[in-house]
């Protein structure tokens, strides 16, 4: 594939087209965001195709095993393509990502099953699920740092929300797309096939259009601004702000983790702890996205009126605050109202505060090292804490037989990001980048 070098632009670029521009920006991080969730969605289906053993448990564990395998290259595609993003430009980044992970997706959906290629299946998988945690871990950096240069002052807001929106969109998608097969194609065939319907849309669909919308991006990268080696970059990024890279994975911590437990593991939570039918438990996933969408439009509008830090901190705090009561009302409830309803409440606040996270970081970084700086400390914390958090939600429900365990564990997650955010530096929205 021939990369578009950077063009050399002035500090004031903004979207011409705001939408169109954005869905070219975000179509990687859609189509990850996708397959992830389809892959959270259909756990049970694909740990019996790819990872057969004697009991579910086992298989549902193995298959949120290699779901975390994801999460190990993630850093590594943090560190090269977040340093190329700010040595040769963002948007020759964006256009490497969305390829490997449509490289990724594809291989995922056209793998055969254990029964028919034995060993080589798992390792197909372990291949697939790498390419796409390197594709995911710089995509993020590139991504939400071209919508924030992109971005006219006062309005940063407004555009790197379409960064965290894009995740409820993505789940909607998968989520909505997971009750449609699960409805239309009876059970077996829902094992034996059906699961890979979503995976193979997301490749057709969102890669060939993120492409062709991201080839007429224009550049926001200075190329008086930009290192001449990776290297370069990378040493100026650990020197100068590692203390802030250090808080900023901390205060990601809780994000990260509840975006994968509420948004991602709790179709699966429903299925083999509530018993709700499938259909039922996707539905949560729709309830998510919708509630991801409302709380990233109206974090990015209040944040640039009044400041990032306060819709950082407050939404997370009660977050951590209404954990417990919210699953215990799930338990005994038992219904998929009160699943639907939760976990609406518990994504709107992560994604609130999470959404103006990602404002806020790009912020504290100087262009020539913006992209990595997102990048590594993006990929960090969803590598040890977003791609360990449905295997350890699963293990925890196994080992202690309490059904409200998980919500312990969320709680604590956000309570540091909560101790975190208070030594966050406040910025303020109508300032100018560099």
């Known amino acids: 594939?021939?990369?578009?070098?950077?063009?050399?632009?002035?500090?004031?670029?903004?979207?011409?087209?705001?939408?169109?521009?954005?869905?070219?920006?975000?179509?990687?991080?859609?189509?990850?965001v996708f397959d992830f969730s389809v892959y959270a969605y259909f756990a049970v289906m694909i740990g019996r195709t790819f990872f057969p053993a004697k009991d579910q448990i086992t298989e549902v564990l193995t298959a949120f095993a290699v779901f975390g395998v994801g999460f190990l290259s993630r850093p590594l595609g943090a560190i090269l393509l977040g340093a190329?993003?700010?040595?040769?430009?963002?948007?020759?980044?964006?256009?490497?990502?969305?390829?490997?992970?449509?490289?990724?997706?594809?291989?995922?959906?056209?793998?055969?099953?254990?029964?028919?290629?034995g060993i080589f299946a798992p390792i197909l998988i372990v291949i697939s699920r790498l390419i796409q945690g390197f594709a995911a871990g710089g995509e993020a950096g590139p991504a939400t740092t071209y919508l924030i240069e992109a971005a006219p002052n006062g309005k940063r807001g407004k555009y790197g929300i379409w960064q965290s929106a894009s995740q409820g969109i993505a789940g909607i998608l998968a989520a909505g797309m997971g009750v449609i097969v699960a409805e239309l194609v009876a059970p077996k065939e829902l094992q034996d096939w059906g699961w890979r319907i979503p995976f193979i849309i997301g490749v057709v669909l969102i890669v060939p259009l993120g492409l062709y919308l991201r080839r007429s991006l224009p550049e926001t990268m200075i190329e008086h601004k930009a290192h001449k080696t990776s290297k370069a970059v990378l040493g100026t990024v650990f020197k100068n702000h590692s203390g802030t890279m250090g808080l900023i994975i901390l205060m990601l911590m809780g994000p990260a983790i509840t975006i994968y437990v509420i948004g991602k593991y709790m179709t699966t939570y429903a299925i083999t702890v509530l018993h709700l039918p499938p259909t039922l438990a996707l539905s949560s996933?729709?309830?998510?996205?919708?509630?991801?969408?409302?709380?990233?439009?109206?974090?990015?509008?209040?944040?640039?009126?009044?400041?990032?830090?306060?819709?950082?901190?407050?939404?997370?705090?009660?977050?951590?605050?209404?954990?417990?009561?919210?699953?215990?009302?799930?338990?005994?409830?038992?219904?998929?109202?009160?699943?639907?309803?939760?976990?609406?409440?518990?994504?709107?606040?992560?994604?609130?505060?999470?959404?103006?996270?990602?404002?806020?970081?790009?912020e504290c970084f100087p262009r020539a090292v913006r992209s990595v700086g997102l990048s590594i400390t993006y990929g960090i914390a969803v590598t040890l804490f977003g791609g360990t958090s449905q295997f350890v939600v699963t293990w925890l429900l196994d080992v202690t037989k309490d059904p409200l365990s998980p919500a312990w564990y969320l709680a604590a997650a956000n309570l540091i990001s909560v101790i975190a955010?208070?030594?966050?530096?406040?910025?303020?929205?109508?300032?100018a980048l560099d």
């Open 1 to 32: 594939m021939t990369v578009t070098q950077a063009v050399p632009l002035s500090a004031d670029v903004t979207l011409k087209r705001p939408v169109r521009s954005a869905i070219g920006i975000i179509s990687a991080n859609t189509l990850e």
């Open 285 to 362: 996933g729709v309830a998510a996205g919708c509630a991801s969408i409302m709380a990233a439009l109206l974090g990015g509008y209040l944040s640039d009126r009044f400041g990032r830090k306060r819709f950082i901190l407050w939404p997370r705090l009660l977050l951590a605050i209404l954990c417990y009561p919210a699953f215990l009302f799930i338990v005994d409830a038992g219904t998929a109202f009160a699943l639907i309803s939760t976990v609406m409440v518990l994504q709107f606040l992560t994604s609130s505060s999470g959404s103006v996270i990602l404002v806020w970081i790009p």
């Open 421 to 431: 955010t208070f030594f966050a530096t406040e910025l303020h929205p109508n300032k």
């Open 84 to 117: 190329y993003a700010d040595r040769a430009g963002r948007k020759s980044a964006l256009l490497v990502t969305i390829v490997l992970m449509g490289i990724g997706t594809g291989l995922l959906a056209a793998t055969p099953s254990y029964d028919k290629i």
